[in-house]
């Protein structure tokens, strides 16, 4: 498995403000991908990270709202930008290793909320 | 993108076995069906992996017939610890087309 930290936790805003969160992984890994998981709700792909390039974005999802960067095969950072209450949520990032099992792994999220 | 269906909710008691189906009638050739387990709070933990047949860890057994359709996701004798949000899905990693649906909440009770 693959130990995935994020930062913060948790954390409180305003409105119109805009917050960075970091993931980091404890070994490089092939692909990251960023997921927003609303109250009660399942989990929603927001982009993959991909290193050394523009992240790509799902549909409903654009960079202006969401810059990601990742700098290398073991870090990065997805920021929420000009927030809205609407924006409260969990965010997750998680990592493929590429090995022949085959799967994510994911962190522990952060928990926005935006007052 | 191969879409699942899962029943939102089911209850169980201590000691039973549970079984959650998921069907996934659109699965490609290359898709492999991976299940997490999801506490409040938590980021989803993976519980098992399969391709075809039958596949067995420590936790769960995987269950997923000839034509692949749909799997069921077995855990033996279940806990109250057990409760938690239990997701089915279907895809190529490494394409990135794997995506969560509503998942299953388990409820196990005394």
């Known amino acids: 498995s693959a130990v995935i930290s994020q930062k913060p936790s948790r954390d409180i805003c305003q409105r119109g403000t805009s917050l960075t969160i970091q993931c980091q992984v404890d070994?490089?890994?092939?692909?990251m991908f960023w997921y927003r998981q609303q109250p009660g709700q399942s989990l929603t792909l927001i982009a993959t990270a991909n290193q050394g390039s523009e992240a790509t974005y799902e549909s409903g999802f654009v960079i202006d709202k969401f810059p990601i960067s990742r700098p290398n095969l073991t870090f990065s950072t997805l920021t929420v930008s000009n927030m809205s209450p609407e924006d409260s949520s969990i965010y997750l990032c998680?990592?493929?290793?590429?090995?022949?099992?085959?799967?994510?792994?994911f962190g522990p999220g952060t928990r926005l909320t935006v007052l | 993108l191969a879409k699942t269906t899962q029943p939102i909710s089911m209850d169980s008691y201590e000691g039973q076995e549970v079984n959650i189906t998921c069907s996934h009638n659109?699965?490609?050739?290359?898709?492999?069906i991976t299940w997490y387990q999801q506490f409040p709070s938590q980021g989803p933990r993976f519980i098992i992996q399969g391709y075809k047949t039958k596949v067995t860890n420590e936790v769960a057994s995987l269950f997923i017939p000839a034509d692949r359709k749909s799997s069921t996701l077995s855990l033996p004798r279940v806990s109250l610890s057990d409760t938690a949000v239990y997701y089915c899905l279907v895809g190529e990693m490494n394409n990135n087309d794997m995506r969560f649906g509503a998942g299953t909440r388990l409820t196990v009770k005394p």
């Open positions: 070994s490089q890994v092939t692909m």
């Open positions: 659109n699965i490609a050739t290359n898709d492999y």
């Open positions: 998680s990592v493929y290793r590429g090995a022949s099992t085959d799967t994510q792994y």
